[in-house]
């Protein structure tokens, strides 16, 4: 639910619907509210880094200027992440994808502080991003980091990685590119693990059914590290597209 306090303007920054699809959603718009300093990132950011679904089918090229490696990455949080991995590689464009608009606001202002060009930002549905946004073979990386559990087995139908959910990710992957998940539950890596390895086009970048070593590009986050502070464990998984 939306904060009634929070101005029309800011409930959505694509101003429409953050779904266009009906049943099942992986998510729940908690919005809440943005704080200051993130209202004034998005006021002064958003017609710069923001994508939204009424631009139809992107090409990356025209977005960013160039062609780069490119990266998605789906739920972003606060954006903390996302901004030292942008920071970190230059080199490399990447689009980001978040519902909670003060993630979004969060980014934005990280992207100002660090002086960011090679970001952008969708606050929509991933759904509709991959549908309606991303030509097919464009992305050299996917990532989905610390998605929602859904720990109680009766919602285990809303975890978002579901056999379907990553066909249509491998048709927007390039051949050889790559889907990095991580997840702090363990019966939920165990279920990823059980879709990715029999998911057609995917092969394990490591043994079949072996979980892969965090890689030194995935930042570790602050609810990561007092995770492992208390002893949680925390399961990377590197599938690349065959064909």
């Known amino acids: 639910m939306t904060d009634q306090n929070e101005p029309q303007d800011k409930q959505e920054a694509s101003e429409s619907p953050v779904t266009t699809r009906r049943g099942v959603r992986s998510f729940v718009l908690r919005q809440g509210r943005m704080t200051e300093g993130q209202k004034k990132a998005f006021d002064r950011g ?3 880094y923001g994508l939204s679904r009424e631009d139809g089918m992107i090409d990356p090229r025209e977005v960013f200027g160039r062609d780069a490696m490119l990266n998605l990455e789906i739920g972003f949080g606060m954006g903390q992440s996302l901004a030292e991995m942008a920071e970190a590689a230059p080199e490399q464009d990447f689009i980001g994808v978040e519902v909670h608009l003060p993630g979004v606001g969060a980014l934005l202002k990280e992207i100002e502080d660090r002086g960011l060009e090679n ?4 606050n929509i549905d991933a759904n509709d991003v991959i549908d ?4 097919d073979a464009c992305l050299d990386r996917v990532m989905v980091f610390f998605p929602d559990p859904w720990p109680k087995k ?3 139908k809303r975890r978002l990685i579901q056999p379907e959910f990553v066909q249509r990710l491998r048709h927007k992957l390039r051949v050889g590119g790559i889907l990095h998940l991580a997840t702090d539950w363990e019966n939920y890596a165990e279920h990823m693990m059980e879709v990715m390895s ?3 086009g995917f092969a394990n970048a490591k043994q079949p059914g072996e979980f892969s070593p965090r890689p030194d590009d995935r930042p570790i986050t602050k609810f990561e590290k007092r995770g492992e502070r208390l002893g949680h464990g925390v399961w990377d998984l590197l599938f690349h597209r065959t064909n």
Do not use: D, F
């Not at 970001?119 to 969708?122: D, E, G, L, T």
């Not at 309606?132 to 030509?135: A, E, Q, R, S």
């Open 119 to 122: 970001v952008r930002i969708y």
């Open 132 to 135: 309606l946004c991303l030509p």
């Open 46 to 48: 958003w017609a710069k």
């Open 154 to 156: 009766k919602h285990h």
């Open 198 to 200: 029999e998911s057609e």
